[in-house]
């Protein structure tokens, strides 16, 4: 399976400045890429599909980008709303595979 | 609004079986693949099993092959996972989602143990 490395696993913000979150894969992908948010006890939400199209309704803070095994999901002004997990998956290579997860709090 | 909606979770033994229903609504069911994805308690997301359109393709995670079985009823719009020879390690909310997690439901919980 292709394996989905995703740094830091942890990172404090603080409101209004940027964040951003790093995503490898082990195996070169195509753009079936995509980034999901989920906020505890609520299910996944995805923020970022094909590597850098935001789904219906997600901020312009989000941005995403990269290709082959390494991407990136950056938030331009981190907001309250954004604390959560964010996971990166790859849909190129069935089973499709997330990241570990990374956790984003306040400071 | 489109919406999925999970149901038929709950506790049973290892070794047991369950069988989870997702009830669609609001989109053209019969025209996406339909998908179940798995979160064990505090731990990250797992995809289980996709199906296609008419349900003649269906595709597994190798923990999963030969113990559990992705269906669909076009006509009820309503997808299936019959989880079958349940292990502790199958504890976890299963959610349904539509084409690639776009749409996700709100999850049901599974839990084995004895």
């Known amino acids: 399976d292709v394996v989905m490395t995703q740094s830091p696993l942890s990172l404090p913000v603080t409101l209004g400045q940027p964040a951003s979150i790093s995503c490898r894969s082990s195996?070169?992908?195509?753009?079936?890429f995509s980034w999901f948010h989920q906020r505890p006890g609520q299910s996944p939400r995805r923020l970022i599909y094909d590597v850098s199209e935001r789904d219906s309704g997600v901020p312009d803070r989000f941005s995403g980008s990269g290709s082959g095994t390494d991407f990136t999901l950056k938030i331009s002004r981190v907001e309250a709303e954004d604390v959560g997990v964010y996971y990166c998956?790859?849909?190129?290579?069935?089973?499709?595979?997330f990241g570990q997860g990374t956790k984003v709090e306040i400071k | 609004e489109v919406q999925l909606v999970e149901s038929g979770g709950g506790l049973v033994q290892p070794g047991g079986s369950l069988r989870l229903s997702c009830a669609a609504s609001e989109f053209i069911f019969r025209t996406y693949w339909m998908y179940w994805a798995r979160q064990a308690p505090g731990k990250g997301l797992e995809w289980v099993a996709k199906i296609n359109e008419d349900g003649t393709d269906k595709y597994y995670v190798d923990s999963v092959k030969g113990r559990f079985t992705i269906s669909r009823d076009n006509g009820k719009n309503s997808l299936y996972l019959q989880m079958n020879s349940l292990r502790v390690e199958d504890t976890a909310v299963y959610y349904c989602?539509?084409?690639?997690?776009?749409?996700w439901g709100q999850g049901t919980l599974v839990t084995v143990s004895s």
């Open positions: 195996l070169s992908l195509g753009t079936y």
């Open positions: 998956m790859q849909g190129t290579h069935w089973p499709w595979t």
């Open positions: 989602a539509r084409s690639g997690g776009v749409v």
